[in-house]
Structures are given as C-alpha cells and as structure tokens.
C-alpha cells in the first residue's frame, strides 16, 4: 500500500530510478549534484580533460597549471644538463644543483618567449630544443588563456536556495515553503521552478523509491527583481496532507527544487537544483520579509535575512 496518497498519473523516473534509498542519504547533494560515488571509471579521460579543466575550482584549477608549468620547465632542464651545460652561455652554475637552477630559469624564459639574454644557446642541438620548447610555450599559454575564457565565460548561476524549507499557515491550510533569490545584481527572466517529492513506499511487498511532483502556488514569473517564495499548498490534494514530521522522517522523505530561466547577461538559459531531507524542514514558522522601502520609498532588498525564520501558530 503506498504510503502517501497519489491523485494524478506521473512517471515514477526523474533519471534516479527506483532504488530506495537507505540511512537517509540524499538522492541530491544541496548544491544540485547527483550524491552517487562512481567506480569502474579510468582515473584519466583524454576526451574528458577539457571539461574537468572548465568545470574544476578555481584553486584547484591554478593548482593543475602550477604542477603543469614547473614540471615541463622541470623536464626541459634535465634535458638541457643532458646535452651539456656548457651549451648554455652565460650559465655559471658549479654544483650540480646550480647547474639545474641555471637550466631551469633559462627553461622558464624560453617557454615564456620573455628570453632576458643572460643566457643563450650554443651548439645546434640545444638551439633546436629551445625553438621547439618556444613552439610549445606559445601553445601551452594559447590553451591556458582559452581555458580561461572558458571558464570565465562559462555561464554559470547565483541563484541561492533558503537552508530550510517551512510549514506555515496558507490560505486556509498550510503550506510548504522554500525561498530563493539571485545573488547577482543581473536580471533573470522567464524564471520557471518545479518541486518534487522523493520517498520509500512498499509497493506489492517491494521497497522501492517513487517521485512525485508537489504543485506549486505559482510555478513561473516574468522576473526575478526580488526574492521568490515558493509555496506548495499543503490541501487535500497534496500527497503530504495531515502527515506529520515522524511519518515524513519514516519514509525518508526527500524534497527537490529545480529552477530555470533565462540569464539576460549571458544570454543563456541557466539552472539551479537543490533538495530538502525532513530535518531540512521547519514546522509552525514563516520567513521574515526580507525587502522594505528606505525614506525615499526606494525597494531595499536584506540579504542578511535571507534564512531568517520565526515561529508562527498554526490554528
């Protein structure tokens, strides 16, 4: 027997299939990540590596391009202590250790094209490895300043999802309730949201996981100027209707919110994924209004207020 009520026909595949889950894990991460650890992958894709490049964090990222840089400027100078150091005019390294110094610093301006002078080739082998180690600087820092741009122009979202949802009075019942709002001064438009419910139910003896989607008060807006209450209307027709937090807790209730629009400085259409679990719910509460008008009756938005919350009775 299905442990909420179900009054409307709905695929029960959202892409996570039916496989409950267990210990209450998150079917996705609060950050809009799938939570599924992957193995049986090689540790190194070739095709993949621009991707993981654009799509890395930013110190990790700079992190990648300093290995990268002082181990090819590494290379280059054992094979210039191979051919000779006296290759090297100008070098004036003794110990083997100043040698290395000698041929890696004269590595670093030949991969740079910078070239100061105080060293230069002697002989046609090492001149030959410091043109081809100058060809291969000027693509390896075309490749870095396209990664760059990629990753400055990739279009990516501010849109941040309140810590809790709550259960406040609606209408003439409750609601459940998220807010969000664009941490960017830019403008979103056509702005489109979707909630979905995630539970276990044992369905003809078997535990299995189901979907189902929770209507909302309002699911789109022209606009996104200000922060965006989304209310699902907790009514008879809502599959969570006077079911309370154990029950919730019981079948590993999980709550997602998808968000789409369209960000009119990119020229793209962005999205943003968060989940809610039942501790993530805050029952008899509301959010604290978050915008109000200054002295000369201009709109004033208190993002400090963002997750704000205060207790309410609910008759």
């Given at each position: ?5 179900r009054?409307v ?6 892409g996570f299939?039916?496989v ?6 998150r ?21 993949d590596?621009y991707t993981?490049?654009?799509?890395m964090?930013?110190p ?10 002082l181990?090819?400027?590494t ?50 082998i090492?001149?030959v490895?410091?043109a ?9 820092f ?10 400055f122009?990739r279009?990516t ?19 459940l ?22 539970f276990?139910e ?15 008060e309002r699911?789109?807006?022209s606009?996104l100027?200000?922060?965006w209450?989304?209310v ?5 027709d809502s ?10 807790t ?14 009119d ?6 999205h943003?994924?968060t ?9 008899n ?6 915008h ?6 201009k ?15 609910i008759?």
């Amino acid at each position: 027997m299905a442990f909420f009520k179900r009054k409307v026909q709905f695929n029960d595949d959202l892409g996570f299939g039916s496989v409950p889950v267990i210990k209450n894990q998150r079917v996705l991460n609060t950050d809009g990540t799938p939570n599924i650890e992957r193995t049986g992958l090689p540790w190194f894709k070739f095709d993949d590596t621009y991707t993981r490049l654009v799509t890395m964090s930013w110190p990790r990222f700079f992190t990648v391009i300093l290995i990268a840089y002082l181990i090819v400027n590494t290379l280059f100078a054992v094979a210039y202590n191979i051919i000779g150091i006296e290759n090297l005019d100008g070098a004036k390294g003794v110990t083997l250790r100043d040698q290395f110094f000698d041929a890696f610093f004269f590595s670093a301006q030949t991969i740079s094209t910078v070239g100061y002078g105080h060293i230069s080739p002697q002989g046609f082998i090492t001149s030959v490895l410091a043109a081809f180690e100058s060809m291969l600087g000027l693509l390896a820092f075309a490749l870095a300043t396209g990664l760059l741009y990629g990753r400055f122009s990739r279009p990516t979202s501010k849109v941040s999802f309140s810590k809790k949802m709550v259960v406040a009075p609606y209408q003439n019942h409750t609601g459940l309730m998220c807010r969000l709002v664009n941490l960017r001064k830019n403008s979103l438009i056509d702005v489109e949201a979707q909630m979905y419910m995630t539970f276990n139910e044992t369905v003809d003896g078997k535990l299995k996981r189901s979907f189902y989607p929770l209507q909302l008060e309002r699911s789109k807006i022209s606009m996104l100027s200000l922060n965006w209450t989304l209310v699902h209307p907790i009514n008879e027709d809502s599959p969570i209707f006077e079911k309370s937090l154990a029950e919730l807790t019981l079948a590993e209730v999980e709550i997602f919110v998808i968000l789409t629009a369209f960000d009119d400085t990119f020229a793209q259409t962005i999205h943003a994924r968060t989940s809610y679990q039942d501790e993530d719910i805050e029952w008899n509460a509301k959010f604290k209004i978050m915008h109000y008008h200054n002295e000369a009756g201009k709109m004033v938005m208190d993002y400090s207020l963002f997750d704000r919350t205060e207790k309410v009775v609910i008759g």
